[in-house]
């Protein structure tokens, strides 16, 4: 009698699971450009402020939910596997959308120098960091550290990175939400304004909470 497989483990289908709905949100932000009429009148170069925000802010993002998405294996705190869920949920949406558009646009998903669609050759310097991040983002030092760590410790290390991310993504989605030239791009970056500062206030309250202090500002 032959065995039969072993059923995979859940992170094992959770991990399935978000590679397909990022697939799925990926043609969906496609299709939700057309029915929007992005794309059908005017399409952005891809030196542009709407392409280029599309880019750094999906790359940006894409790290954000690399990092929430630890939380279900690595903390016990519910407050901040809820949060951390809704992170990974609502970027893994946004993300979605971006890559959509650059797909409609006939445009690459990734190159350029980091956020030199803003205009002005400080705004690009200021966006190379140790290996080209992009302000706010994690080192792969730091990524490896959070990895390795679980419960409280996870938790303010977690919080701390966190909130650094989303201040650092602040300045480009604000940029774009003045300067888009399509205005589903300029409504999604106004939305990423509005949404990551009250997260931003929201964990600063937790991390206090949990006897951490946040990481000087990018």
């Known amino acids: 009698m032959v065995d039969s497989p072993a059923e995979p483990g859940p992170r094992a289908l959770r991990r399935v699971l978000l590679a397909v709905i990022a697939v799925g949100l990926v043609l969906v932000g496609g299709g939700l450009a057309v029915v929007l009429g992005i794309g059908r009148t005017e399409v952005p170069s891809a030196d542009s402020v709407d392409a280029g925000f599309s880019r750094d802010m999906a790359r940006h993002h894409l790290q954000g939910v690399e990092m929430a998405n630890l939380a279900s294996g ?18 893994t949406n946004q993300t979605g959308r971006m890559q959509g558009w650059l797909t409609l646009w006939g445009l690459q998903p990734t190159g350029g120098d980091p956020m030199a669609w803003m205009g002005d050759g400080g705004h690009a310097g200021h966006a190379t960091g140790e290996g080209g991040l992009m302000p706010g983002m994690a080192t792969e030092d730091e990524l490896a550290n959070l990895r390795g760590l679980s419960g409280t410790e996870f938790d303010v290390e977690f919080l701390r990175l966190m909130i650094r991310h989303h201040q650092g993504g602040k ?48």
């Open 74 to 91: 690595r903390s016990d705190d519910r407050a901040v596997r809820g949060l951390a869920f809704d992170i990974s949920a609502t970027q």
């Open 171 to 218: 300045e480009m989605a604000e940029y774009a939400a003045e300067h888009a030239l399509l205005a589903p791009v300029r409504d999604l970056a106004e939305t990423i304004v509005e949404s990551q500062s009250a997260e931003t206030s929201l964990m600063t309250n937790m991390l206090s909470e949990r006897g951490g202090s946040p990481l000087p500002a990018p």
